[in-house]
């Protein structure tokens, strides 16, 4: 499965992005989607990730409310919708696909699109 990330920009605080994740080739219904974010000096970290089958979906305590993650199975495609961006949103944003379903550990997905930069302005 190849992954490729797209939507970053520059927002001001307070404004928001949707985040793209195009697919290509089969996502199984074992699979989970999951989007992931590192800021410049930190760990990569989780932020929200949604079950490929079901669609069921988890989030960070930190973009909980303001994120919401989709699925377009048709389209192979995953979307992070985020609202109400802050300065400490500002990371590289990463899409990724864990053939063993729901995981937020980064080891978890085998696979990993390129990432897109999200910079969050005050």
């Known amino acids: 499965v190849q992954l490729q990330a797209s939507g970053g920009g520059l927002v001001q605080a307070g404004g928001s992005l949707r985040l793209s994740c195009a697919a290509s080739?089969?996502?199984?219904?074992?699979?989970?989607m999951g989007w992931f974010r590192q800021a410049p000096g930190k760990e990569r970290e989780f932020v929200s990730a949604i079950t490929w089958r079901r669609g069921k979906t988890y989030y960070a305590d930190s973009v909980k409310g303001r994120f919401t993650i989709s699925r377009d199975a048709a389209e192979n495609t995953v979307y992070l919708r985020m609202n109400s961006l802050k300065p400490e949103d500002t990371a590289v944003y990463y899409c990724?696909?864990?053939?063993?379903?729901?995981?937020?550990?980064?080891?978890?997905?085998?696979?990993w699109g390129q990432g897109t930069l999200v910079t969050v302005s005050s």
């Open positions: 990724a696909a864990s053939v063993e379903g729901y995981s937020d550990y980064v080891p978890s997905y085998a696979y």
């Open positions: 080739g089969p996502i199984f219904s074992s699979y989970a």
